[in-house]
């Protein structure tokens, strides 16, 4: 809670999706310590409850980043654990078991950006910017963005935007890779609920081996990729849920895929 009595993160469950929502609008929806301790519980509650969840922020932005307010004053070992226990908790999303999705809008900064990062699929509406002032406030990101947004856009974007101050449109975000979509300004949370409700539709087993084992994949050699590909590919064809479903294909109870309609 913060000083109103306000929950600093709010949660819903729609069906089978989990609406997590930043909720310090005043502050722009700075990320503090007590703010990653309540995105732990959503998320660990969403894996609970949801076959997919969506996350998104009150107010006129998504995430301003760190509340630098709460950093200033910490001694230096606080420091390093407070930035490993954002690692351990944003890993619960990257790596979890079930898809987590993001609606961005207006500031997706600093740690909002890391926040972003370590969901699986961005949807940002036309008001988003994105940037990572670190550089400019004489510190560093803590949040994982050095892994997890430098792999999206390249280190060398990464470096652009915390050397100069640079921001980014969602425009030129999608093109460098950190966003999936970009829609009208107001329809991030619907677009991201959209895409959440197909995903939930899936095989958990799929979705699970889709957020868990391409990433590690992406990681390895290409002989030891192939080869756990084999091992996951078979392990999801082998449940009851798969063999339905691709019964139910072959016997064309099922749509086919189709191309989409022309823009």
Known sequence: MDGSGEALVSYQLQGEVAVIGLNRPGKR????????????????RAQREARAAVIY??????????DL??????????????????????????????????????????????????????????????????GQRGIFVGGGGSVRVARLIGAARMGDMMLTGRIVSPAQMEQWGGISYVVPKGQALARAMELARAAATNAP?????IVNALPRIAEMSVEDGLFTESI?????????????RLRDFLEKRTARLKAPDAP
């Open 29 to 44: 929806n700075a990320i503090s310590d007590r703010v990653v301790e309540a995105l732990r519980d959503a998320a660990e």
């Open 57 to 66: 922020g009150e107010g006129d932005h998504f995430c301003a980043g760190l």
């Open 69 to 134: 307010a709460e950093h200033k004053d910490k001694p230096l070992f606080e420091a390093i654990q407070g930035s490993r226990r954002w690692h351990t908790i944003f890993s619960t999303f990257e790596r979890g078991e079930i898809p987590f999705f993001t609606a961005l809008h207006g500031a997706v900064v600093g740690g909002g950006l890391e926040l972003a990062a370590a969901t699986h699929v961005r949807v940002a509406d036309e008001s988003a910017f994105f940037g990572l002032p670190e």
């Open 205 to 209: 087993l799929s979705n699970y081996a």
């Open 232 to 244: 996951v590919s078979a392990l999801t064809s082998e449940t009851p849920e798969a063999k339905e």
